[in-house]
């Protein structure tokens, strides 16, 4: 028995599907410690949207641990923290005209939506949040009272309260206008709905399945969060910083929510980090009001800074997200139509993909022929039935083709047995 399975916790879930033990990685690849090369389409679940070991961000990095920066500094003034801000600012921020302060709320994706929620919470003076079905936010308390899954929401212990699902984007196929539950309750005294503080949102489900919201129901969302003075929170750890196109996933929408959550590939070299970004008028913390530990780790604002600098000065990355998600959603078309009696259904926007089988089961199949063809991919959604591919930004055209044969390879290896 491995010292894994002697020592470490059952609760580990990647390693199950990918069982072999990982050494050195490079770009889109990862190699086991047999020098196995294995092509990695999932990317640190969007940890890595610009692939590991990023030689750009790999020098800064080394540059600054040569120099003996500091590495842990709480939330000390740091001249990497002042770096990272300036960029934010002038890359990020300034060109998309967004007027946001920055919280650093904890190393983890987690770590911002408490902390957004706690904010919305303190700022309107209300307990309610309204949530949508299959979102997920992550395994703290907070962040799991708005998240959907039931086998997670399971492990909370207590009851998760203070939330309401509403239906998400397509949650009834199109058979209801959008939002009319959601607005007939808000509008009805007696609905039993309390007012609620926020919304929150994410613009294309990860976990909960690929699923992406239209722009036309982001849009309304907007509008409605804006007409009954609900804050929108829009989640971004997993669809920002590029995963879909532009740096934010809900730019495409035009709209500009009042909070927006950012993890996973913020820090680009998948170092903890996470970012609360909050409308300035919402600043209304006290010092040491919300607090912790790990929230100014430098060598991640040296990567992030290097990052931003290196891929956001221009829109290239964005035009080549977009289109690679393109060719990937031309490739799963052709995958529905050559198996027509399979009901497959293609999904995602920009590269966030998504194939969702019948079932969980072959799901999961087609992702272990995938792995022993030398593909890593995952599943999402409620049961499990959807292929997921969330490959790095940065992969090449070559590497992109690969991948793709692959998977139609395994879904026939599947399919045909
Ligand atoms: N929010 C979204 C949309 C996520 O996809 C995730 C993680 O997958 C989280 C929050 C939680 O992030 P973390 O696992 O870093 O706590």
Not at 238 to 264: H, N, W, Y
Not at 302 to 318: F, G, H, M, N, P
Not at 319 to 333: L, M, N, P, V, W
Not at 386 to 395: D, E, G, I, N, S
Request: proline share 5%; net charge negative.
């Amino acid at each position: 028995m491995s010292i894994f399975e002697a020592l470490e916790s059952q609760v580990r879930s990647y390693s199950r599907g990918w069982p072999v033990v990982f050494d050195r990685a490079v770009g889109s690849q990862l190699f086991a410690e047999d020098g196995t090369p294995y092509l990695d389409f999932f990317a640190g679940a969007g940890a890595l949207n610009y692939g590991h070991n990023n030689p750009a961000l790999k020098q800064a990095l080394i540059d600054y641990l040569q120099r003996d920066g500091v590495t842990h500094a709480l939330d000390m003034f740091t001249v990497a923290k002042r770096d990272f801000l300036e960029t934010v600012n002038e890359r990020v921020l300034k060109p998309r005209e967004l007027d946001y302060k920055v919280v650093f709320p904890g190393p983890g994706g987690a770590n911002a939506v408490e902390a957004a929620l706690k904010l919305a919470r303190k700022v309107t003076g209300r307990e309610s949040v309204i949530n949508f079905t299959n979102a997920f936010h992550g395994m703290t308390l907070g962040a799991l009272s708005v998240t959907g899954n039931s086998m997670k929401r399971g492990g909370a212990g207590i009851p998760l309260v203070h939330a309401t699902p509403m239906p998400y984007d397509q949650y009834f196929d199109g058979a209801y206008p959008d939002f009319l539950y959601f607005e007939r309750l808000l509008q009805d005294s007696g609905s039993g709905l309390n007012e609620p503080a926020a919304v929150i949102v994410e613009t294309v489900q990860g976990e909960g399945g690929i699923n992406a919201a239209g722009i036309e129901w982001l849009k309304g969302l907007a509008e409605l969060c804006k007409r009954h003075d609900i804050l929108l929170i829009v989640d971004d750890v997993q669809m920002g910083c590029g995963r879909t196109g532009p740096f934010f996933s809900f730019e495409e929408a035009g709209i500009t929510p009042d909070i927006v959550c950012l993890s996973k590939s913020i820090s680009g070299y998948g170092l903890p980090m996470a970012l609360t970004l909050i409308r300035p008028d919402l600043d209304v913390w006290e010092p040491g009001e919300h607090n912790g530990t790990f929230r100014g780790i430098s060598p991640a604002f040296v990567t992030a800074t290097a990052a931003l600098r290196t891929y956001w000065s221009d829109d290239e990355l964005e035009k080549s997200t977009k289109a690679k998600g393109e060719r990937i959603g031309a490739a799963f078309d052709e995958i529905v139509t050559a198996y027509p009696e399979a009901n497959l259904l293609a999904k995602g926007r920009g590269l966030a993909r998504g194939l969702e089988f019948a079932s969980g089961d072959l799901a999961g199949k087609v992702c272990a022929a995938a792995f022993e063809r030398g593909l890593l991919m995952e599943t999402s959604g409620p049961d499990g039935e959807v292929m997921k591919l969330l490959p790095p930004l940065t992969l090449t055209d070559d590497e992109l083709g690969k991948g793709l044969d692959i998977i139609a390879e395994s879904v026939q290896t599947v399919l045909s047995k």
